[in-house]
DNA sequence: GTCTATAAACGGATAGAC
DNA sequence: GTCTATCCGTTTATAGAC
């Protein structure tokens, strides 16, 4: 239903909303101030959405979908290391976060908002992305890059990168990249990554 | 002013606002559902506090404070090495977020809902407790413990740690001692904590 | 596909009695 | 310190014209 319903009209009217959603969070977004985003009046906006709830469910099915797509891409263009692997997934995960910095960002910190039935239809997509995670994760620990509890290690790094989105200035110096060549340099000291560090302090 | 101001009444009342604001988010939390968790009808809640937004910066007041309160005494009491330092920040941290599960969880996710009154008010309680964290991070890089970036290793490891609000299960077998020890072996595999890790595997 | 107009419900907050 | 009653702005959503 959602794949059919996919004029670049709504597409592009996603992308605004997804913008308001981060910038003052879910519930203080109006229909009035996404309508006024996109041009047109509040009415206008049920021609598209049949409510909120939806477009709030459009900007995560999105978001998450953006952040999946390119972390398979990031997966198939780097070396086969586990290194190489899980630097790829962190940068792709920060990049969707931290430049894109829209839909994705939504898919995390407005989850709780999607209703049960949008919550149902999603959980599949959340579900692939993390999986992707959870092996990657799995290669790195196999190959005693980091060691650990799998459960806990998985869900710390990615709460590292997910906070990320509080204090990140995209005007500043460092660059996603930076950010996940630094994270894997502090969990995985062995590494090229955290010799560098460590010589540069 | 909020010192003074400090009824039992009020603290009890604060207490079961910073419950409802984790269960359903500041915004979502109307004052009719305070009241009737109060036990008490809306309008009985505005003798107590002038308006909403100052329900919200009493619960980020109390969650601050108990935080910073609770570290300071964690630090007083634990031995002198950075490990051991570290361990007990990261603990008490995870135990005003986990087991008491409230006020401070507050304090965190929805310090952006304050107006910016409230926000001047509590900045320094806020900058007192990520003090308390800078200095034990220093003390772990100057002692080896950790290495990286100043900056980014605090901001990774309160990132961790602030994230765990959202998957921790208070019924499951881990409790946040256990959380802090596993982080601090994932970041400074030269520990104890790490080597009972690895040798486990 | 967008507009105007408006319904219907809900939100925070106040006044004054007890 | 709490209650009842209520004001009034705001919110989501709909109806029907263009």
Redesign the pocket.
């Known amino acids: 239903m959602n794949v059919v319903n996919e ?1 670049p ?1 709504r597409k592009e009217l996603t992308r605004l909303a997804a913008q308001l959603f981060v910038q003052e969070g879910f519930d203080r ?4 101030m996404l309508a006024q985003e996109m041009g ?5 906006l ?3 959405f ?4 939806e477009i709030l469910a459009a900007v995560i099915e999105e978001g998450t979908q953006n952040a999946l797509t390119l972390a398979r891409h990031a997966l198939e263009q780097c070396g086969g290391s586990a290194e190489d692997r899980l630097h790829a997934m962190a940068r792709a995960h920060l990049e969707t976060l931290l430049t894109d910095r829209n839909a994705h960002v939504v898919a995390l910190y407005e989850w709780r908002r999607l209703d049960s039935e949008a919550r149902a239809h999603l959980s599949h997509l959340r579900d692939a992305y993390e999986a992707l995670w959870e092996a990657v994760i799995d290669e790195a620990l196999d190959d005693g890059l980091i060691r650990g509890d799998r459960f806990l290690v998985s869900r710390f790094v990615m709460g590292a990168l997910n906070w990320t989105v509080r204090w990140y200035d995209p005007e500043g110096p460092r660059k996603p990249e930076d950010l996940a060549h630094e994270l894997i340099a502090m969990i995985a000291p062995s590494t090229q990554a955290a010799q560098a560090v460590s010589t540069k302090v």
């Open positions: 004029s009209r977004t109006t229909v009035r047109i009046k509040s009415g206008s049920f021609h598209h049949r409510d909120k709830q």
